[in-house]
């Protein structure tokens, strides 16, 4: 039989076992983006991606020579990037 220590132990671990689900799953959803998915997504240039990047319009981190995006920043909102508007859709086009 076991004794009510080993079962508290029991269900402390399954609720452990519950929480680190939830958070591998919010981390999951969490989509990062690299330059190339960026332009992509808003049909831009090269040049265009650098200049939101170097106005601050766009939030982005730098590891090495590399740049990564989070995608819910682009998938989520709507915004206005220096005139022409972009939608948060995938097959959106820029704004007149």
Do not use: H
Not at 34 to 56: F, G, W
Not at 61 to 66: D, I, N, P, Y
């Amino acid at each position: 039989m076991e004794t009510s220590d080993e079962m508290n132990g029991f269900r402390m671990l399954l609720e452990m076992m519950g929480t680190l689900l939830v958070q591998l799953q919010k981390t999951q959803e969490k989509k990062i983006w690299d330059s190339a998915d960026v332009k992509r997504y808003l049909n831009i240039s090269d040049k265009t991606l650098y200049r939101l990047r170097a106005q601050k319009k766009i939030p982005f981190t730098r590891l090495g020579e590399k740049y990564y995006y989070a995608a819910d920043f682009f998938l989520n909102l709507q915004f206005d990037l220096g005139g022409s508007e972009y939608r948060s859709r995938p097959d959106s086009t820029r704004g007149k």
